[in-house]
């Protein structure tokens, strides 16, 4: 319910918009925890704003594997956001900096 995204008319993406409190940046790290990765959308925004947003490519994994990364993705998306007021202890799920290669996420 607390989740939006663009219906996609071509092209390779679709936008995700979170609720205004959170930040795709901190979900990212959990969402790779999951070995789910995803583009933070603010680097699509000129003027600094798109925290809540994020960006998807459909175009490379196949149907049973995109639908598994939506699994995976949602299931950090809730525990964000269940966890959003307790925000310190989800941080140390994973940081970044643990990975070696995106590879690894796969």
């Known amino acids: 319910n607390y989740v939006g995204w663009t ?12 609720p ?16 789910v990765a995803f583009v933070p959308g603010e680097v699509f925004f000129c003027d600094g704003s ?12 196949s149907e049973p594997l995109t639908d ?8 950090s998306i809730r525990l ?4 959003l007021i307790n925000l310190p202890s989800v941080e140390k799920i994973a940081g970044l900096e643990d990975l070696k290669s995106f590879e690894e996420i796969y």
């Open 80 to 83: 964000y956001y269940d966890n």
């Open 20 to 35: 205004a409190e959170m930040n795709a940046r901190e979900l990212l790290k959990i969402a790779v925890h999951r070995k």
């Open 7 to 18: 219906e996609p008319e071509g092209g390779l993406f679709l936008f995700v918009t979170l």
């Open 68 to 75: 598994e990364g939506i699994k995976r993705l949602a299931d």
């Open 50 to 61: 798109g925290t809540n947003t994020l960006r998807l490519n459909y175009s490379y994994a």
